[in-house]
């Protein structure tokens, strides 16, 4: 729990159910690890399946908005990790598949479409899967949502090539900003990849848990003052798969407060190619510092040169680290690194920050929507934007 506020007075803020999301993420991560190692002859057979029938699989991660970062954050580790498998992983939204769709589904190519999907409805998220069944002559599909009652959860798999994982049940976001269901779809994704060595991945699960309480109980304070400053613009920086984890930390702040602060996010090195002319005396830039050795070079150059800059344009400048980085807090106005008591697991990999990273964007972004008066809940109540989303017109395609 991060708001020191009844119940009832969580339901007057409007902040009761993203407050609730945000905060039971580590257990639901223990859920979903239990889950698909309940379900993992299933995963096992469908993939086996496959395997065993082709030589070269392209696998699509696929989703709209923050279902498109999940497979944006994971792509870059999967690539690595699947290395010696038959699959070419690519990270492409269905709203790029659906205006798009010659340009990423291909006839003779073997493909298995992993969409992510909180509700499951989105008009793109039903589109991309039908037209992967329209154009693909050997298409394969798994669907990972958090509603069993969505359609793509209800779709009939009346070819026998569809694997269906649905999420445990509290990570159905009932707020606006997706965030459990976030979370546990981009970790069901790292598992059923990583199959032959699940029962190791054990200690990574139980190192995001542990780690992501600690945020809630050493990391509070830090992140309140943090809202109170009156920035107007917030950057997440971030390397490899924290790049697009970046993507979805600066969403969640666009998102909660109704755009009222304006976000960005970029790699470390791409900031310097132009995006820099952004910085001025209402901005707050984030860098989320990388665990690897040779990364954290980088990240550690642009925080430096960023805190160095502040007497030109007055920004405020943030780190976030794994292990407690000195010249991360002696080069930043906030540092936060994360404290947990577990050994580090020696298979830990940037992708795996990724989970206690984000609830601290998740975090600063529902104290600032506060802080400007917004409701979390529903920040944007003229239905401009929707939770689900509407006005798309899907048109068929020959």
């Not at 709209?64 to 492409?92: H, M, Q, R, W």
């Not at 990972?144 to 090539?161: W, Y």
């Not at 600063?364 to 509407?390: C, E, F, H, M, W």
Request: charged share 20%.
């Amino acid at each position: 729990m991060f708001i020191n506020k009844t119940e009832e007075q969580l339901k007057e803020l409007g902040v009761y159910h993203t407050h609730k999301e945000i905060s039971h993420q580590p257990a639901l991560w223990g859920e979903t690890y239990q889950y698909i190692q309940r379900e993992k002859d299933r995963i096992q057979a469908f993939f086996h399946a496959i395997t065993a029938k082709y030589e070269s699989v392209k696998v699509i991660l696929t989703g709209a908005g923050t279902s498109a970062f999940v497979g944006d954050t994971v792509e870059p580790y999967l690539t690595k990790v699947c290395e010696n498998k038959a699959f070419t992983i690519l990270s492409i939204p269905t709203t790029n598949i659906v205006s798009n769709p010659r340009y990423y589904l291909e006839e003779n190519m073997p493909t298995i479409m992993v969409s992510f999907a909180r509700s499951g409805n989105s008009p793109e998220s039903v589109a991309a899967v039908e037209l992967g069944e329209q154009i693909v002559k050997d298409f394969y599909s798994i669907h990972i949502t958090c509603n069993p009652d969505g359609f793509l959860a209800k779709k009939p798999d009346t070819r026998n090539r569809t694997l269906l994982l649905v999420m445990p049940e509290g990570s159905n976001d009932e707020s606006f900003a997706m965030t459990s269901s976030f979370t546990c779809m981009m970790l069901s994704v790292l598992l059923i990849f990583q199959m032959d060595r699940l029962n190791t991945l054990e200690d990574n699960v139980n190192w995001i848990m542990d780690t992501g309480n600690n945020v809630f109980e050493h990391s509070l304070p830090t992140l309140k003052e943090l809202s109170s400053i009156p920035f107007t613009s917030l950057i997440y920086l971030g390397s490899g798969t924290l790049l697009g984890l970046s993507h979805e930390a600066s969403l969640k702040m666009l998102e909660l407060t109704d755009g009222n602060v304006f976000t960005y996010f970029e790699s470390p090195l791409g900031f310097r190619h132009g995006p820099k002319t952004l910085l001025n005396d209402k901005n707050l830039t984030v860098v989320f510092i990388s665990s690897n050795p040779y990364t954290q070079k980088y990240d550690l150059d642009i925080l430096k040169e960023l805190y160095a800059e502040k007497n030109r344009c007055g920004l405020n400048v943030m780190a976030i680290s794994n292990q407690y980085i000195n010249d991360a807090e002696e080069n930043s106005d906030y540092y936060l690194s994360i404290k947990t008591e577990l050994d580090i697991p020696a298979s830990l990999d940037d992708v795996w920050l990724s989970f206690p990273y984000i609830i601290y964007a998740q975090i600063l972004a529902v104290y600032k929507s506060l802080n400007l008066k917004i409701t979390p809940d529903n920040p944007v109540p003229n239905g401009s934007v929707n939770r689900v989303v509407q006005g798309v017109t899907i048109y068929p395609f020959e």
